[in-house]
Nanobody
Framework: QVQLVESGGGLVQAGGSLRLSCAAS????????MGWFRQAPGKEREFVAA????????YYADSVKGRFTISRDNAKNTVYLQMNSLKSEDTAVYYC???????????????WGQGTQVTVSS
C-alpha cells in the first residue's frame, strides 16, 4: 500500500512556473513507476508525465514536452513536476500516481493522491 500526497499547486500567471511535489508514505518508492496526471473541469483525466523506477527514463505528453520536467528523489520518497511557461490550458487538478509497471494510462495505476489545484491566469 502506498499513500501519496501532492503539494505545490496554486495560482500563477501565464508564463510563470510552479513545482509540484508528491510525497509517498512507502520507503519502497524506488519500486514504483510514477506518473503525473491532470483533470480539468468537464474533461477526462489525462497523462502528463511519468518516470521510471530509477529516474533514467521519462515520458511526457506532447502538450507539455519541453515545458514540464518530472524527476524523483527516492531517498526522500518524493516525485516532482517542474512546470515552466505555464499556459491557461494547463489549469487542472494535478494528481500523482504509482504503479509497479510501466504505463501512461490512468486506469492502470494502482495508487493515487488526492490532487492539487493548478490555476493559470491569462
Amino acid at each position: 500500500q502506498v499513500q501519496l500526497v501532492e503539494s505545490g499547486g496554486g495560482l500563477v500567471q501565464a508564463g510563470g512556473s510552479l513545482r509540484l511535489s508528491c510525497a509517498a508514505s512507502a520507503r519502497t518508492l524506488h519500486r514504483y513507476f510514477m506518473g503525473w496526471f491532470r483533470q480539468a473541469p468537464g474533461k477526462e483525466r489525462e497523462f502528463v508525465a511519468a518516470i521510471s523506477w530509477s529516474g533514467q527514463s521519462t515520458y511526457y505528453a506532447d502538450s507539455v514536452k519541453g515545458r514540464f520536467t518530472i524527476s524523483r528523489d527516492n531517498a526522500k520518497n518524493t516525485v516532482y513536476l517542474q512546470m515552466n511557461s505555464l499556459k491557461s490550458e494547463d489549469t487542472a487538478v494535478y494528481y500523482c500516481a504509482a504503479d509497479t509497471t510501466i504505463n501512461t494510462i490512468a486506469r492502470r495505476y494502482d495508487y493515487w493522491g488526492q490532487g492539487t489545484q493548478v490555476t493559470v491566469s491569462s
